[in-house]
Every structure is written in structure tokens, then in C-alpha cells.
């Protein structure tokens, strides 16, 4: 199931531009609207999921660096505090702050605007490690910590 979000993603940002050759802004207009589509999709009554791995194919297809560095830093930031949504938002941000770095060439409004897209559906995790009810890492796979 994981492979299809994160090829919606990477198709559409892909397509729009290899393939069409489309301006940025509508690459990146493309992009948003398809993880905005994940997120709160109509046919499923305007929920859905929280987009990551969506976002994560869109980073993936616009620069390959980008795809790697998430992965990286999510799985160390992941690990590091054994909190899944707190990995994967802290995760876009990194990548946005590396995007500064020309000789990577990241798209730094891409990234930030994923960022703001992604962010508020992870604000009850937030508000759950805050409260303690936040389930690790290690709960969700079975184990003891």
C-alpha cells in the first residue's frame, strides 16, 4: 500500500515535468494538489491520510537527494525519539533547511510548501507526545521498549 502513495506522488510531479514540461509553478501546483488530494480526499468524505509518503515520492521525483535525505533523516530522527510523525514532519523541515544549499539544488518552495501542507495533519500527534499518549515506535510493532 505504501508503494502506491508514494508513486501518486512521484508520477505526478514526474509527468508534469519531464514529461509535459510544465512551468514550476504548475509542477508545483500539481504537486501540492496531489497530496492535498491524499490528505483530504472527497471521495472519502474530506479525510484521509496524512500525506507523507506522497510528499516523500514528490521530493523523491524532484530531486533525488531530496528523496534520500528524507529517508535519512527520518529514519535517524525515528529512531533518535521513537515517535513515527514526529520523524517524518521533522523530517520535511530538514530537508527544507538543506534546500538552502545551492549545490544541492532542492526545490526550497517545493519543500516548504509541503511542509505547510503536511504539518496540520500531524498536530494531534504533536498534541499527543505533548500529553504522553503518543504511541512509540516500539508499541507499534508489538514490542517492549
Do not use: C
Not at 81 to 105: C, E, H, W
Amino acid at each position: 500500500m505504501f508503494h502506491r502513495r508514494f508513486f501518486k506522488g512521484f508520477i505526478v510531479y514526474f509527468t508534469a515535468f519531464q514529461i509535459m514540461h510544465l512551468n514550476n509553478f504548475y509542477v508545483i501546483l500539481g504537486s501540492l494538489l496531489v497530496i492535498a488530494g491524499h490528505n483530504w480526499s472527497i471521495f472519502l468524505k474530506f479525510k484521509g491520510g496524512k500525506g507523507i509518503a506522497t510528499a516523500w515520492g514528490v521530493m523523491a521525483a524532484s530531486n533525488p537527494i531530496a528523496g534520500i535525505l528524507f529517508f535519512v533523516f527520518s529514519a535517524l530522527v525515528t529512531l533518535t525519539t521513537k515517535y513515527i510523525g514526529l520523524g517524518n514532519v521533522v523530517s520535511i523541515f530538514m530537508v527544507y533547511a538543506v534546500s538552502f544549499f545551492d549545490f544541492l539544488r532542492i526545490d526550497t518552495k517545493l519543500i516548504f510548501f509541503i511542509f505547510i501542507l503536511i504539518l496540520p495533519k500531524h498536530i494531534e500527534n504533536f498534541v499527543k507526545i505533548y500529553n504522553g499518549t503518543e504511541l512509540k515506535i516500539n508499541a507499534r510493532l508489538g514490542k517492549d521498549e
